[in-house]
């Protein structure tokens, strides 16, 4: 499926944004992808203007002060419709000279109505194109430099005009470089009854370093223009203009724009890939462990000091802090070392961060809560169900073995009795009251003694029910930031597939290679 390149680069951006405001992605490697333009020279025309033929061509003078870029547009007009001379210099407008038959009259943001300056004409042999006199690129006005660096995307064919004294100028050049695989260029050396040969040939062998195979240049004077290129100039403008190159022009503009769009998303695909969130599992796996131990060893005497205070006071409130500021501390540096860590392993750290902070920022409350619901728990039932099971028998056998001995004796007292009524004996005696006493006593005594034998200790279950409170919190603190680490890789995760769907989808339709001998093959700069 072929995308349009715009609603590409809208979807890139906006995937950037989004990663970049999560802090998932920096602003500095964010930058190469937000900074691409997607303006283009279709934008200056309504689309009802070009439902019924095809756009016209822009191209546009540029060039330093001097070098004549306005007389060479008037000579093409037949008349002053640019500013020329010494004024031009200071001067922020831009000179539009199109068909009559052409309508512009939207311009896109950026470009100020006000600094335009529009001339018509009934040329139809230049009907399909619109020339342009930009501004003075090395001038002193910082805005001529914003009003050309404005124009340029919305710019098919750049002429590029020089003089023989200033075709070595550094900031043109450099814009040059810059610019160079996104336009076609022709090459104007102005003023040529004031150049020598050996000037011409320097400045082919700059262009021919620059990559442009056999660059066109024309000599063109103004002031003696007989027997000047300047008609040359002019035919191979038209030419260029024709349709079909026109169609070749956007198709590489766009295939160009569509590269380097798909050149910055793997330079972003390679940032992500180099996250390891394994490496950080196995830190964080490493450094817990420690710090467990240290939480079990420096807990455990105001766990101990609580125990003994419910124990001896029956739970009642208290000031003893379980979870100390040294423990708080303690927990924070270690979320600290573990963000520092996500950053060695390529891993976006504002988000793990922000998570992290909320696990510390509750901690304090959440693990004392832990500690001393699992204290108050145990203290409810006391000891271990085997403790408990006998405690119930012992109880039971402290009213039943009484019973049951108060029964054997007075069955026996009853017997002695009724046996005594009927031979005249003595039925009770000292042994008898003696052996009944102790029969009575202890079949209390000993279950009473095992029952309070059996009691557990308040202060042990107590202290053990706040151990298991504290190595149930602390799971629960590494249960927590184990699944923010992976919450993060699986965000990240999700931005870097659809990272990679947009790049696929940025490959577009092949360009076939130019002939280098071709008019397009001259005056493009083909660059990987």
């Not at 260029?240 to 793997?266: F, P, V």
Request: net charge neutral.
């Amino acid at each position: 499926m072929d995308y349009d390149y715009s609603d590409l680069l809208s979807k890139a951006q906006a995937w950037a944004q989004v990663a970049v405001s999560e802090g998932r992605l920096s602003a500095e490697r964010a930058q190469a992808l937000l900074a691409l333009d997607r303006r283009c020279p279709e934008q200056l025309f309504a689309d009802e203007a070009l439902a019924e033929s095809p756009r016209p061509m822009i191209i546009a003078f540029m060039g330093g002060t001097g070098v004549g870029k306005s007389s060479l547009l008037n000579r093409l007009a037949g008349q002053a419709i640019a500013r020329a001379g010494v004024e031009r210099p200071t001067s922020r407008e831009v000179t539009l000279y199109h068909h009559r038959s052409l309508a512009i009259n939207r311009l896109p943001a950026g470009l100020p109505l006000d600094s335009i300056k529009i001339s018509q004409h009934d040329d139809a042999g230049n009907g399909h194109v619109v020339w342009i006199d930009m501004p003075d690129f090395d001038s002193v006005e910082l805005g001529n430099k914003r009003l050309v660096l404005e124009w340029l995307p919305h710019i098919d064919v750049l002429l590029y005009v020089v003089s023989p004294e200033r075709y070595r100028d550094n900031k043109a050049w450099q814009l040059l470089l810059a610019e160079g695989a996104k336009h076609a260029w022709l090459f104007v050396m102005n003023q040529w009854d004031r150049g020598q040969a050996a000037q011409f040939d320097d400045f082919e062998q700059q262009l021919t370093k620059a990559g442009f195979s056999h660059p066109l240049i024309f000599r063109t004077s103004c002031t003696e223009p007989d027997g000047d290129e300047f008609g040359e100039l002019m035919n191979r403008l038209k030419e260029l203009a024709g349709r079909q190159n026109l169609a070749e022009l956007e198709r590489r503009n766009e295939e160009q724009r569509r590269r380097q769009l798909r050149q910055a998303l793997q330079a972003l695909q390679a940032s992500f890939s180099e996250q390891s969130y394994s490496g950080l599992f196995q830190i964080w796996g490493t450094h817990w462990q420690q710090a467990e131990a240290q939480f079990q060893q420096g807990l455990a005497w105001p766990m101990q000091q609580l125990a003994r205070h419910w124990a001896s006071n029956l739970g009642q409130q208290h000031d003893i802090k379980l979870w100390d500021d040294w423990a708080q501390n303690r927990l924070q540096d270690l979320l600290d070392e573990s963000v520092l860590q996500a950053g060695q392993c390529h891993i976006p750290t504002k988000p793990l961060k922000a998570a992290l902070q909320a696990v510390g920022s509750q901690a304090k409350k959440n693990v004392a809560n832990r500690i001393e619901l699992a204290g108050r728990q145990a203290m409810l039932k006391p000891g271990n169900g085997l403790q408990r099971v006998s405690i119930q028998l012992t109880a039971i056998s402290e009213t039943v073995l009484p019973v049951a001995a108060m029964a054997v004796v007075g069955y026996q007292v009853y017997s002695g009795y009724y046996h005594s009524a009927a031979d005249a004996a003595a039925y009770l005696g000292t042994d008898f009251a003696v052996h009944s006493v102790l029969l009575i006593g202890l079949s209390w005594l000993i279950p009473f003694f095992l029952h309070k034998k059996l009691q557990p200790s308040l202060e042990k279950a107590a202290a053990n029910g706040l151990q298991k409170g504290l190595q149930t919190a602390l799971a629960s603190i590494r249960a927590d930031v184990e699944q923010i680490i992976r919450s993060e890789q699986s965000r990240n995760d999700q931005l870097r597939q659809q990272l990679a769907e947009i790049t696929e989808q940025c490959a577009g339709p092949a360009v076939t290679a130019l002939d280098k001998q071709s008019l397009l093959g001259r005056v493009l700069l083909e660059k990987p």
